[in-house]
């Protein structure tokens, strides 16, 4: 059982256009998500989070997006670099004393020059 | 800081045989992670340690992984005997309990069991 979903396993965005990434989950108890981005041959490395509180949070050239009705959230990549092809993502969170993330399956994006 | 420090990089074994796995988590952290990555599942979590005690196994796939936290500054998971469907990458990740959730992550065990 999946509760944490991205449904597209690849995504090829031209650099310099906008990259959007997305997520559904499906425990609405989940009230912190992340977003990790992964290099071959490396570990995940945190990129950027977001709290049930909000439903926007920007960091440069990344933003993450919740919609907590839909249960959906999306890492919007704007302007989209070489560098930032890789593997992300998602990862969503109880905060009930519960330290366990649990994560999608990942969506490869590949930034065309 | 050298990081999360997981050995071996790779490890290639025969089924029935028996694989361990190294984690040397950042000092200071106290919680720690395991993880495994696979094509249709993946970053699922094993089993998580606060300080060295198990907190959580119930992502342990079955009575063939072990794992153990000896002390604050090491970690082993065991695969005994290994199956071909444990080729996986492992990973172990270690954060401050209680601080945010941006755990650092080590670069991974790559497991091929044939």
């Known amino acids: 059982d999946q509760q944490v979903k991205q449904n597209s396993p690849s995504l090829s965005v031209q650099e310099g256009r906008i990259s959007i990434l997305n997520c559904d989950y499906t425990?609405?108890?989940?009230?912190?998500f992340l977003w990790y981005k992964k290099y071959p041959a490396e570990g995940p490395t945190f990129l950027i989070s977001?709290?049930?509180?909000?439903d926007k949070n920007e960091d440069g050239r990344f933003t993450v997006f919740l919609n907590k009705s839909a249960k959906h959230l999306s890492l919007h990549i704007v302007p989209s670099q070489p560098g930032d092809s890789a593997v992300y993502f998602c990862?969503?969170?109880?905060?009930?004393?519960?330290?366990?993330?649990?994560f999608g399956t990942g969506t490869r994006l590949t930034i065309i020059p | 800081d050298a990081g999360v420090i997981q050995s071996p990089r790779h490890e290639v074994t025969e089924m029935g045989q028996e694989v361990t796995l190294r984690c040397k988590p950042i000092?200071?952290?106290?919680?720690l992670f395991w993880y495994r990555q696979t094509m249709m599942r993946g970053l699922e979590l094993l089993i998580y340690?606060?300080?060295?005690?198990?907190?959580?196994d119930s992502g342990m796939p079955e009575d063939r992984f072990s794992a153990k936290m000896p002390n604050a500054s090491f970690s082993t998971l065991k695969i005994q005997p290994s199956e071909p469907r444990d080729s996986a990458v492992y990973f172990c990740?270690?954060?401050?309990?209680?601080?945010?959730?941006?755990?650092?992550f080590g670069s991974g065990t790559r497991l091929t069991v044939v």
């Open positions: 340690f606060n300080n060295n005690v198990p907190i959580d």
């Open positions: 425990n609405s108890m989940f009230d912190y």
């Open positions: 000092s200071g952290h106290n919680s």
């Open positions: 990740a270690s954060k401050k309990r209680d601080s945010d959730y941006g755990y650092t």
């Open positions: 990862a969503a969170v109880s905060n009930f004393g519960n330290e366990k993330l649990t």
């Open positions: 977001i709290s049930s509180i909000k």
